[in-house]
């Protein structure tokens, strides 16, 4: 499965060029009547500001108090700084999550940007971590270029972010929605979804209304495709 797409074509360069050099710094020298002196390293930014959160239940503290801020990107270059320094998702412990939202909302339920909306979710099994090189891992940093890169395109208004979870019986990602209708356009994003991941099994869209009234881990799918 290709990691970058056409329209990822700035971000897969800047990339390699972290990689190869191991530098996040580009300056140049301008030559002025006096003398000369370096610019500020040139960046890409992006179209909207991204927030990184990580969630592990600490003992004594609320879902919320236990949910954390790591750092927002607004640019190509602050996106790979920081994404380059975390964990790999296939490597954490059950019961952990990242989170990676527009600016602003917070990745749950009862946040305004969330209450109306809903998710897209594509579950995991166990036997997906096998290997030095688990497909989560792979499906987790594609699903955040999808957002920085804008990938969904005229519905990608609707779109809040996106969480992935790691739990005993396997992980799961999902792309946040702040609808849940007109159903065209939340099929579209899902159908883009699976073409950005490329994947053929089937996904499904949650009510967060749903997920919050639920009395077990059971939550009815609105779509499914």
């Not at 927002?72 to 954490?92: A, G, M, Q, Y």
């Not at 994947?199 to 799918?221: G, L, P, T, Y």
Request: aromatic letters at 10%; a positive charge; hydrophobic letters at 35%.
């Amino acid at each position: 499965m290709a990691l970058f797409r056409p329209k990822m074509r700035d971000l897969e360069v800047e990339r390699r060029t972290q990689e190869d050099s191991k530098s996040d710094k580009i300056t140049s020298e301008v030559t002025l009547g006096l003398g000369s002196c370096l610019t500020a390293p040139v960046k890409h930014p992006l179209e909207n500001t991204w927030t990184l959160w990580y969630y592990r239940k600490e003992s004594g503290k609320s879902w919320e108090e236990s949910l954390k801020e790591i750092m927002s990107v607004s640019t190509v270059e602050d996106f790979w700084s920081v994404f380059n320094h975390i964990e790999r998702v296939s490597k954490l412990q059950s019961g952990f999550d990242f989170s990676f939202f527009k600016r602003g909302i917070k990745p749950m339920w009862e946040d305004d940007a969330n209450r109306r909306g809903g998710k897209w979710v594509v579950n995991f099994e166990k036997r997906q971590r096998i290997g030095g090189n688990p497909e989560v891992d792979n499906f987790w940093l594609e699903v955040i270029l999808s957002l920085i890169g804008e990938t969904f395109e005229d519905v990608g208004r609707i779109v809040n972010g996106a969480v992935v979870s790691s739990r005993p019986r396997g992980d799961r990602i999902s792309l946040w929605l702040k609808a849940t209708e007109p159903k065209e356009a939340i099929y579209k994003i899902g159908t883009k979804l699976k073409e950005n991941l490329g994947i053929k099994d089937r996904i499904f869209f949650e009510d967060n209304a749903d997920s919050m009234q639920r009395n077990s881990s059971h939550v009815k799918c609105k779509y499914t495709l």
